[in-house]
């Protein structure tokens, strides 16, 4: 039986998102957003019954045992970790820093029974499960490099506010880079172990963000993984990722592998292969038309994934009786939130490799850091 | 009038230099190869009077006026500079360190009435010359990123050579990157101040190349350049480079500028842009069909800038009566020596920063360099 459905969020993916569970079976009982007003219009427009801009009436809502949480990365982990101390199951998005990854791990870990995924979409995308599946038979051989581009248009919101800011969590690395990285480690099967990065805020202002504010979140980043998987030697392969949002009125995205005897290319949501010794690339899975909703704001490859996301969901909940049981299998390969540290850890230290230029390993937290220490280098960090 | 020709290489540029000269009204006087049993064969193949393995046979042949060298880089420093000194103009491909380079540049300037050019055959491709005159005429607006891919089959020759080692001007970096990066100091009007680099070679040995023998040369590079211009600030556009020939059965050439206002694309030998605020993409010159020679190593782009270069050496000699004489203009924009000594330079810091892993700065020869210290160097290099 589908659990009933709490959303959190009134942005574009909410917007999405509602109507795809809609769509599968679920039903959507209740709605956050940051004011009743914003909740009230989006609850009214997707024909949402309860909406509300205070947490708790949604985590503690009868109805809700599963809850969607889609909002500003620095509100998430606030919400994350309450909803399963309540005993709810989690799909949330990112969160802003290591720290609070590293708690709603420590969250997951004490309720194992409960869901709790991050909603990296990419990796349901159909394109890429049939990469990942094609790389595990030998397609390419051994695997050598992973070059990665997403050119689009800004990332900015029309108005002022937390994409602007880069310790927000806003700008490229932090909302595309944080899901290609989770990509790149299920694809590969591997985690980078050392990364260099270059960050660049090429438009600091614009028509709508001036004056005294500027934007320090990047809208250029650049970065190298080297990857080092169970065995693998210091010879392993790396990954280079190019995102570009100052580019007005397109969209790439593109993903390749190149081994040793071939390669593998998704562009958008389709997936091109070619064999060493072959004339040409062959098309191995094509764009089977798009018939959900259109949105301009999610480039199709998270959309699409998104829709597979929830036809997962669906299938791990029809598994059981009980609404708030739910089957391993259909969201086995979901990131989990540990993936979700491994990728903030990663973000974090090519923002770190872009100020000292250098390489920077990505060391995992194991505890967490004491909290005034924080203190001292968040103010420390103000100050220069 | 048209110069008598001396050609200096039997490889597969100096198979297609021969015939593109011809046709420009240039007279091929002499051939040089490494042995004599090639240089007859090509001389015979394309129909060149007068062949050797002798160098000082071309380089003092009466009818010869212009020196074209296209040999392994390790050779070139020794040739370009004694043709120089016997009178001679020269165009030349690139040498294998920035020493030779420096050499090469002293030599250009003891001479400057005798034409001295590098044989970068990417500023001449026409795709590029409109490239350059619509980003000096504003089309992207201001400059902020270069991204540059270049994926290819295997440099290496058939059997064990230079384009094996490293040290020997062989690899992906030295040879293809080179050009890259005269052409975008040719684009951007500025200079790599600080790069920093990655080489890999995947493939150490192959049907051909095994038991002892070890492939050194990269099959893999990707490089940033932080650009430094006139007056620019720290703020300077950058530019990103992947190199990869690990991609048997494909070629692409892709140059792209970003700017504030609009985007250009170089995709092979066509352009094409789009400014912020437009559809889509608009074709700005079109591939015109190739009618010269098909080589199956030498790619599209750098075919036709070669079939360019030519012409503009024809133009460059046919404005003057004398023969060893010849004009600035058609050949002002062509790479001098002193690109050639900033280009190697760059290749030098990239190769050191994948080393180091550090950002390395770009700082060009002033001074020849004291040769027991390099000996030094090169024993220190050897011990490790």
């Not at 001036?210 to 980043?221: A, E, H, Q």
């Not at 790396?238 to 009125?249: E, I, S």
Request: some cysteine; charged content about 20%.
């Amino acid at each position: 039986m589908l659990p009933g459905v709490g959303v959190f969020g009134t942005g574009s993916t909410a917007r999405v998102l509602v109507p795809l569970l809609k769509a599968e079976g679920f039903e959507v009982h209740a709605l956050w957003g940051r004011s009743e007003e914003e909740a009230c219009c989006l609850a009214k427009e997707l024909g949402i019954p309860f909406h509300t801009s205070r947490s708790d009436d949604v985590l503690l809502h009868q109805d809700v045992d599963l809850v969607c949480i889609s909002i500003p990365p620095s509100m998430t982990r606030q919400i994350a970790v309450k909803a399963l101390g309540i005993g709810k199951n989690v799909v949330c998005e990112k969160a802003a820093t290591a720290v609070d990854s590293f708690k709603m791990v420590t969250a997951a870990r004490y309720y194992p029974q409960l869901l709790s995924i991050m909603g990296n979409t990419l990796r349901f995308l159909p394109a890429f499960v049939a990469m990942r599946q094609l790389l595990v038979e030998g397609y390419v051989g051994e695997m050598q490099v992973c070059d990665v581009r997403v050119y689009g248009p800004s990332l900015l919101d029309q108005s002022y506010g937390w994409t602007c800011e880069e310790l927000m969590g806003g700008g490229g690395l932090h909302t595309v880079g944080s899901s290609i990285i989770d990509l790149l480690s299920y694809l590969t099967g591997a985690r980078a172990h050392r990364v260099h990065g270059l960050l660049r805020t090429f438009v600091q202002q614009n028509g709508l963000i001036r004056g005294i504010r500027r934007v320090t979140s990047d809208d250029f980043c650049f970065f190298q993984m080297l990857m080092g998987g169970a065995g693998s030697s210091s010879g392993g392969g790396c990954c280079t990722v190019t995102l570009n949002f100052n580019m007005p009125g397109s969209f790439v995205h593109e993903v390749m592998v190149v081994g040793s005897t071939g390669r593998l290319v998704a562009r958008g949501a389709e997936l091109y292969g070619q064999r060493n010794g072959s004339k040409g690339e062959e098309l191995l899975l094509g764009d089977s038309g798009w018939v959900g909703p259109d949105v301009k704001e999610m480039p199709l490859p998270h959309l699409r994934g998104l829709s597979s996301m929830v036809q997962a969901l669906r299938q791990s909940f029809q598994a059981h009786e009980e609404r708030r049981s739910w089957a391993r299998g259909p969201v086995a390969t979901a990131p989990t939130f540990e993936d979700g540290l491994y990728v903030q850890t990663v973000v974090e230290a090519v923002k770190r490799s872009s100020c000292s230029g250098e390489w920077e390993c990505v060391e995992i937290m194991s505890q967490e850091p004491d909290p005034n220490h924080n203190l001292c280098e968040a103010l420390q960090r103000n100050k220069n």
